[in-house]
């Protein structure tokens, strides 16, 4: 028996299942199987999330492993696509279940195997005779009249009869001008019909070429009927997924990287509303300089040119696997604070424990200046960041920034640079 439902396999990450979302029960009542892989399970740490999972979720999952091929097909697209730093193993071995699931159920006709491949649509294997062995296809004489002018289907007539009779006799000639002079006067009967109407119906005419139709207002609405049809048009919204346009293989995850790469090869993506996902927003960092672009977010310098000149960027990425970036129109870079004298270096200890409070200009705001990422300072300031406890907001003792003067550090890290005010401080 067929199935009705409108996804077969349905891929999971550990994302929708910590959050619930979608339930369980809406997966049941769309897809046919729910597959993941086995390092999704021990990624959960929480030990009440993980026993819910276990409870509600496993008993309707089945946890497959992906080949090595499949797992190395999957890295080796994700390192061309730079999204490779950003994927775990689990992740990996999640993009590389979908890949193998859906190589199995279609073939690799349709994945891509790099970035912005164009994938060729098979032929149909059924052809025409007509147009391969140069053979005509017989003429209807009764549809080719229907398709026609009532003028040209006689033409077209007389000189079909003629073709059929070439050596005929005067009789036969005579015959076919008689038939094509009837009918010239049947035709020129009716259309001074049509003309010569009287002005009751004519006006009948107007009044109901003048007069708006109910629908005329409710054409450029947005109802339930026509929603599927107005989210057709947009490329870029998310689509319903239905029993007549099935979807064989599909993964759901809120990681960007894993929803780029699967949308970079053409793989099954929805969302959590179980809508098939054709694009998708996020940003990334670009330089300034030379306009290189990371998607760690959490970088302060280019990994191109070395400079703190990244920007936040907003991008895309379409279902043909095309990644585009979103640039601001005639945006201007900020120069303010870029030209300033650096301090002469203060004599003491290498770690600058004797050196407080003497030297680095006014008010020592050119101690410890941080200009590059191989410096000592910005990497003991990294590694002191990542041991710093989490602030708690309901500590009797807490103050917050505005307070403490600690607004400047853009959300806890390193400051770069001495800020945009510089100049001001020598006044």
């Known amino acids: 028996m067929a199935s009705t439902k409108p996804i077969h396999t349905v891929v999971l990450d550990a994302g929708p299942m910590l959050k619930n979302d979608p339930s369980i ?44 091929q499949s797992v190395k097909a999957v890295t080796d697209f994700a390192r061309r696509t730079g999204d490779l ?21 279609n073939g690799l006709s349709n994945i891509r195997t790099f970035p912005r491949q164009k994938l060729v649509k098979p032929k149909s294997s059924v052809s025409r005779p007509d147009e391969h062995d140069g053979s005509l296809a017989p003429v209807d004489e009764g549809k080719l009249s229907e398709q026609q002018s009532p003028v040209e289907a006689s033409e077209t007539a007389t000189t079909v009869h003629a073709a059929k009779d070439p050596d005929g006799d005067e009789s036969s000639l005579v015959k ?7 009918r010239s006067l049947r035709i020129f009967d009716a259309l001074s019909n049509q003309t010569h109407l009287p002005p009751e119906s004519e006006a009948a005419k107007d009044s109901e070429a003048t007069v708006p139709s109910e629908d005329s207002d409710s054409e450029g609405w947005i109802t339930p009927a026509n929603i599927q049809k107005y989210q057709a048009k947009d490329p870029n919204a998310a689509i319903p997924i239905t029993a007549e346009k099935p979807l064989d293989v599909a993964c759901i995850t809120s990681d960007f990287a894993m929803q ?7 793989l099954g993506l929805v969302n959590t509303s179980l809508q098939h996902v054709r ?63 650096i301090p002469k270096p203060v004599p003491g200890s290498a770690n600058g424990k004797f050196s407080q409070g003497r030297g680095g200009g006014k008010g020592g705001w050119g101690q410890a200046l941080i200009l590059a990422e191989d410096q000592k300072e910005y990497l003991r300031a990294a590694s002191g960041n990542g041991r710093k406890k989490e602030t708690d907001l309901m500590d009797k003792d807490y103050l917050p920034g505005i307070l403490t003067g600690d607004r400047g550090r853009t959300g806890g890290r390193p400051k770069i640079g001495a800020g945009r005010n510089v100049n001001s401080k020598k006044r």
């Open 260 to 266: 780029n790469v699967l949308l970079s090869m053409n």
């Open 25 to 68: 029960s809406s997966l049941l009542a769309k897809a046919d199987r729910l597959v993941t892989v086995p390092a999704v399970i021990p990624e959960i740490r929480d030990a009440t999330a993980r026993a819910r999972i276990e409870t509600t979720w496993m008993p309707f999952l089945e946890t497959i492993a992906p080949t090595a």
């Open 176 to 182: 076919d001008e008689l038939v094509e002079g009837a």
């Open 85 to 105: 730093l950003l994927l775990s193993t689990p992740d990996l071995h999640i993009l590389a279940l979908t890949y193998e699931l859906e190589s199995r159920r």
């Open 279 to 341: 694009n998708i927003k996020t940003f990334v960092l670009r330089c300034h300089a030379c306009f290189g672009t990371t998607k760690e977010m959490t970088r302060q310098f280019c990994p191109g040119c070395g400079k703190p000149t990244l920007t936040r960027v907003s991008c895309s990425t379409n279902s043909k696997g095309e990644f585009k970036l979103h640039l601001k129109k005639n945006m201007q870079w900020n120069h303010r604070g870029d030209r300033y004298s």
